[in-house]
T-cell receptor
Framework: AQKITQTQPGMFVQEKEAVTLDCTYDTSDQSYGLFWYKQPSSGEMIFLIYQGSYDEQNATEGRYSLNFQKARKSANLVISASQLGDSAMYFCAMRADNYGQNFVFGPGTRLSVLP | NAGVTQTPKFQVLKTGQSMTLQCAQDMNHNSMYWYRQDPGMGLRLIYYSASEGTTDKGEVPNGYNVSRLNKREFSLRLESAAPSQTSVYFC??????????????FGNGTRLTVT
């Protein structure tokens, strides 16, 4: 079975500081991808970053980076230099190559950036 | 480039009424999805369509039907709405022809309330 765990229901961070949002996953597949999405209060789902299981280097996209630790089955999202606009729900998701078309999502972490 | 467009944005139904949620994408993606989002549960897959002419059940298909009208359009129908179907519904698309690491692209969501 595929499962995503996000153990932090809510997080606070001071503006301009870095923050790490945790994500652990469970899969027996060797080939899979991990994805992070942002959902602001307006409701839309915004794709941020992804990491393939065979990628040796951690993915980065601007202020977002993915701290991928395969042996620990974790794929934490790191946001550097937090901005007020980063306040949102963040979802970790996984898709395994042998798991058909489904993306499995975690329950999300609500991040609040304080001025 | 509109991406994924879903309508309506809001809908209130009485128990037993029916309705169809419409979704269209202009990114030439082969795969389309319907998810529902409930508090604390992340997103759960209702149905998906890997390609034009095919549809498959996801994690929570009961009470729903879908139609992949053509490559662009994928509709979700509630035949007899129930209060348990109160949720936010997202349509999404992706292009998995070359890699399963293609992310989901979401519409803006439909907030449905069944009274």
């Amino acid at each position: 079975a595929q499962k995503i765990t996000q153990t932090q229901p809510g997080m606070f961070v001071q503006e301009k500081e870095a923050v790490t949002l945790d994500c652990t996953y469970d899969t027996s597949d060797q080939s899979y991808g991990l994805f992070w999405y942002k959902q602001p209060s307006s409701g839309e789902m915004i794709f941020l970053i992804y990491q393939g299981s065979y990628d040796e280097q951690n993915a980065t996209e601007g202020r977002y980076s993915l701290n991928f630790q395969k042996a620990r089955k974790s794929a934490n999202l790191v946001i550097s230099a937090s901005q007020l606009g980063d306040s949102a729900m963040y979802f970790c998701a996984m898709r395994a190559d042998n798991y058909g078309q489904n993306f499995v999502f975690g329950p999300g972490t609500r991040l609040s950036v304080l001025p | 480039n509109a991406g994924v467009t879903q309508t309506p944005k809001f809908q209130v139904l009485k128990t037993g009424q029916s309705m169809t949620l419409q979704c269209a994408q202009d990114m030439n993606h082969n795969s389309m999805y319907w998810y529902r989002q409930d508090p604390g549960m992340g997103l759960r897959l209702i149905y998906y369509s890997a390609s034009e002419g095919t549809t498959d059940k996801g994690e929570v298909p009961n009470g729903y039907n879908v139609s992949r009208l053509n490559k662009r359009e994928f509709s979700l129908r509630l035949e007899s709405a129930a209060p348990s179907q109160t949720s936010v519904y997202f349509c999404a698309s992706s292009d998995h022809r070359t890699t399963f690491l293609s992310p989901l692209h979401f519409g803006n969501g439909t907030r449905l309330t069944v009274t």
